[in-house]
């Protein structure tokens, strides 16, 4: 072994090994780290419009459930329809998922999103079929319909890194 | 007395971090204490044997399915901790008043400090 390396080569070795080490764990956890089958469900938005998250499949979905009272959720909503607007082209659908069961407080905050906003004003989907326990929560669905990711707590979705997350994640499933 | 100052700070400030994790609210009654919703022999007796529960549910005036789902994950076999977190969550803040006006009701102290 001392033949064929010398002790810069060794070293180097150890780091690149210790460097592997460190980011294999990361990447997989960028694309696989939670691989669950994202429950289904079907809920309207404000027009009546009946949404079923299946009917999504193929694309990469980000779930943002959020309320009127929640400050945070306010505050991370610009971004997340910043991110719609860049990404939807690739393949990016983001669906709002209020809990309020007040029509003129979720078109409040509604009305200032581009994309869709569904109505779950009896928690169902929010208690029984995702049990969040803090709010806001954002969670990302991979085109196959698995949840790869479960965010709690505001969030800034505009970040060059999670803008790069999302790129990859929609990128990843083109290729296959 | 500065670094002293700063180690209180920081000891607080991970106080406040641990302890505002996702919880419901701490109810007390005699002495004893606990998070409501979770699983604790002084909840499963004070509340759900005596089924004081639901009267203090009733009390609280909250939509009718969210009363029966909040009995069902604090009394029944489908009990679970985080169900009652997230139905709290999807409580308007009136509403979360109510709740804990009525467990005050039925003589239990609110811990008004929770996160």
Request: net charge positive; hydrophobic share 40%.
């Amino acid at each position: 072994m001392h033949r064929l390396f010398d002790k810069s080569s060794i070293l180097f070795i150890k780091i690149a090994f210790l460097s592997l080490l460190t980011v294999v764990p990361s990447s997989y956890a960028a694309s696989n780290p939670i691989r669950e089958a994202a429950p289904d469900f079907t809920l309207s938005d404000m027009q009546g419009i009946a949404h079923k998250l299946a009917d999504y499949r193929g694309s990469v979905v980000v779930l943002n459930f959020w309320a009127s009272w929640c400050r945070e959720c306010a505050l991370e909503m610009p971004s997340l329809d910043g991110l719609y607007k860049r990404l939807k082209k690739d393949g990016l659908v983001v669906i709002g998922v209020s809990v309020d069961r007040t029509r003129a407080d979720i078109a409040q905050l509604a009305g200032k999103v581009s994309y869709p906003v569904l109505l779950d004003e009896r928690g169902d989907v929010f208690v029984k079929k995702y049990t969040i326990t803090r709010l806001p929560a954002t969670i990302i669905i991979d085109r196959d319909g698995a949840i790869v990711k479960k965010i709690y707590g505001g969030r800034d979705f505009s970040s060059g890194a999670f803008i790069g997350e999302m790129t990859g994640l929609l990128q990843e499933k083109k290729r296959q | 007395m500065k670094r002293l100052y700063g180690h209180i700070g920081a000891t607080l400030f991970t106080v406040l971090l641990i302890g505002c994790g996702p919880s419901t609210f701490l109810i007390d009654k005699a002495g004893t204490s606990a998070y409501f919703g979770r699983n604790s022999q002084f909840l499963n007796k004070k509340l759900c044997t005596s089924d004081e529960l639901r009267l203090i549910l009733a009390d609280a005036d909250l939509p009718r399915e969210m009363e029966s789902d909040f009995y069902r994950y604090t009394c029944s076999e489908e009990k679970s901790y985080d169900k009652v977190i997230s139905l709290y969550l999807v409580l308007t803040p009136v509403e979360k008043l109510r709740l804990k006006r009525a467990f005050e009701k039925h003589g239990y102290e609110v811990n008004r400090l929770h996160c």
